[in-house]
């Protein structure tokens, strides 16, 4: 089963923030989350294992309820470069790194 | 910087015809995957192989095939292709089991006609 994502899609002012969620129905593993702008390849952002850790990237974090089987991505003070389509990527096991891939957000950043 | 490149940017082909689509990436990774993206369902696993000669199925790996020949190239084959498989296929490697970033290539669009 696919993760849900959502919202599907936002559009933000610069300077805005904006929390995408990623929930599971299944027991995760871990989470990855993507960032993919449009004509391009999905480009890693990081992984969260489950444990409940939070991670950052630049004012790009992360949390992982492994209680709610869900993550959320926070985009903090989002810039024009913040624009694109996320992907969560759930891993139910740690068996071969395998991902089930969300439908994705796609986040507009306007100036 | 690992680098997965996938042979083809663009791709026309008829119903029935058999295509191939390949990818290498160029450091060593053990796992490859291919997906296929269509707009509003994200990125579907078709095939992965975690080595050389081996594959496992992903979601929806009807007519489709997979090869991995050598640890650097993966090639997904549509036996007959369909309009179905319409689609924007990615390839990605990453490195071993353990939770590992993948690495995506950039993307065949294949049309079928």
């Known amino acids: 089963q696919q993760p849900v994502q959502s919202p599907q899609a936002v559009i933000l002012r610069e300077g805005e923030d904006a929390v995408i969620n990623c929930s599971s129905s299944?027991?995760?593993?871990?989470v990855h989350w993507y960032r993919q702008k449009h004509g391009e390849a999905p480009v890693f952002l990081m992984i969260l294992l489950k444990g409940g850790e939070q991670k950052g990237h630049d004012k790009i974090s992360a949390s992982f309820n492994e209680k709610k089987q869900q993550s959320s991505l926070y985009l903090t003070a989002s810039q024009l470069s913040y624009s694109g389509t996320y992907f969560c990527?759930?891993?139910?096991?740690?068996?071969?790194?395998?991902?089930?891939f969300g439908g994705g957000t796609r986040l507009m950043v306007k100036p | 910087d690992v680098k997965v490149t996938q042979s083809s940017r663009y791709l026309v082909k008829r119903t029935g015809e058999k295509v191939f689509l390949e990818c290498v990436q160029d450091?060593?990774?053990?796992?490859m995957f291919w997906y296929r993206q269509d707009p509003g369902l994200g990125l579907r696993l078709i095939y992965f192989s975690y080595d050389v000669k081996m594959k496992e199925k992903g979601d929806i790996p009807e007519g489709y095939s997979v090869s991995r020949e050598k640890k650097e190239r993966f090639s997904l084959i549509l036996e007959s292709a369909s309009t179905n498989q319409t689609s924007m296929y990615l390839c990605?490697?990453?490195?071993?089991?353990?939770?590992?970033?993948?690495?995506f290539g950039s993307g065949t669009r294949l049309t079928v006609v």
């Open positions: 450091m060593d990774h053990e796992n």
């Open positions: 990527g759930t891993e139910y096991s740690n068996a071969g790194n395998m991902l089930t």
């Open positions: 990605a490697s990453s490195q071993g089991s353990g939770p590992y970033g993948y690495t």
């Open positions: 299944k027991a995760l593993y871990s």
